[in-house]
């Protein structure tokens, strides 16, 4: 079954570094997301993304954060200057359409420890 | 907003015993509704789904039926595993994209 794939498993960055983290959304999904887990507590969605913009965000997806698909298979989200506050799972998902019909699916997450 | 309530674990039974974790949801509109499961060290998979009223989604044994009478979504199994412990995420999704509540630990004991 195809899956959603992320790089790396675990990232290790100092305070006010930027980090970028990949995925590799399913290849014939459309729309793509990426949420965050702080440990022990909720996955928060940050953003999703189709043709090429932005289509919702949250509270959390400040300046800080930026998605983009740089070619045809890699979807990315960096983080300019980080904090230690992003320390958490971030999880990249995609989907075939937007509606709820449409489940997401998760790739295994990369941990970013920020120290 | 959209919003899950879960309730909070962790839950811890033994092996072959029954298994509820209660899930409750506030949504405009008719969303669908999931169970995600996530497996020590690793991502989120899918567990099943339910789009509308009194749809019931069943996968490895689990069941969940939308009820739209109680805004509730909760997730059964008749007879678990060890294998089955795991973090629980309830979720939906309507307009907006997926909200998590904030996932029920289940722990099985041999």
């Known amino acids: 079954e195809p899956e959603v794939t992320q790089t790396p498993s675990h990232q290790v960055t100092q305070m006010g570094q930027e980090v970028i983290l990949r995925c590799v959304p399913i290849s014939n999904h459309l729309y793509f997301y990426w949420y965050r887990q702080i440990l022990g507590q909720k996955v928060e969605f940050l953003v999703s993304f189709y043709n090429n913009e932005i289509s919702e965000k949250s509270e959390i997806f400040d300046d800080q954060f930026s998605v983009e698909r740089p070619d045809g298979s890699n979807f990315t989200l960096k983080i300019r200057s980080t904090k230690l506050e992003d320390s958490a799972m971030y999880f990249c998902?995609?989907?075939?359409?937007?509606?709820?019909?449409?489940?997401?699916?998760f790739g295994n997450g990369t941990r970013l420890t920020v120290t | 907003g959209d919003s899950v309530t879960q309730m909070e674990g962790p839950v811890t039974l033994s092996e072959e015993a029954f298994l509820t974790i209660n899930c409750t949801y506030t949504?405009?509109?008719?969303?669908?509704l999931f169970w995600y499961v996530q497996y020590p060290g690793e991502g989120l998979q899918l567990l099943l789904k339910?789009?509308?009223?009194?749809d019931k989604g069943s996968n490895k044994g689990f069941e969940a039926t939308y009820r739209k009478e109680t805004t509730s979504f909760h997730l059964e199994k008749g007879s678990v595993q060890v294998s089955d412990s795991a973090v629980y995420f309830c979720?939906?999704?309507?307009?907006?994209?997926?909200?998590f509540g904030s996932g029920t630990r289940l722990q099985v004991q041999p």
């Open positions: 998902a995609s989907s075939e359409a937007p509606s709820g019909n449409s489940p997401l699916h």
């Open positions: 949504a405009t509109g008719y969303p669908s």
């Open positions: 339910a789009t509308k009223a009194d």
């Open positions: 979720a939906l999704r309507g307009r907006r994209a997926l909200t």
